[in-house]
């Protein structure tokens, strides 16, 4: 984990997930993931889109030409505890295609305009990942 990472998610548990400098006011989350070859858990912050009980996280990795390591931990184990506000639960990740996933990116795009840059830069697709509260 990069040192920046390590500064925002501890900014992020001491204030109730607010945060300042370039996330201040964005939606963010805390995505703990299990390490696809590891076995350990790894947190990552990213921001997100509300989609009704439904958290959206896009694997843009900043618009690299690959995927980032949440992406592949949650493929190969889809399910993660996410933080929101103040707030812990378990949730199931699903990969979304086709229509749904080109909304959802317009969505975060009108939400974030550095989206657009990320698809961009990049040559592959970015995915979209739907991450769904256990129970719902």
């Known amino acids: 984990m990069t040192d920046f990472n390590q500064q925002v998610i501890t900014e992020f548990r001491a204030n109730e997930g607010r945060v300042g400098g370039m996330f201040e006011g964005a939606p963010l989350l805390l995505l703990t993931t299990t390490g696809a070859k590891s076995g350990k858990q790894s947190?990552?912050?990213?921001?997100?889109?509300?989609?009704?009980?439904?958290?959206?996280?896009?694997?843009?990795?900043?618009?690299?030409?690959?995927?980032?390591?949440w992406y592949h931990n949650l493929r190969a184990t889809p399910k993660a505890?996410?933080?929101?506000?103040?707030?812990?639960?378990?949730?199931?990740?699903?990969?979304?295609?086709?229509?749904?996933?080109?909304?959802l990116y317009a969505r975060m795009v009108a939400q974030a305009p550095q989206f657009a840059e990320y698809e961009a830069k990049t040559t592959r697709r970015i995915p979209v990942v739907v991450l769904v509260p256990a129970g719902s």
Request: proline share 6%.
């Open 43 to 69: 947190t990552t912050p990213l921001m997100y889109l509300p989609d009704g009980d439904r958290h959206v996280v896009i694997a843009s990795a900043g618009g690299a030409d690959k995927h980032p390591a």
């Open 81 to 103: 505890t996410i933080e929101v506000g103040a707030d812990t639960f378990e949730a199931s990740a699903v990969a979304v295609e086709g229509e749904e996933r080109d909304r």
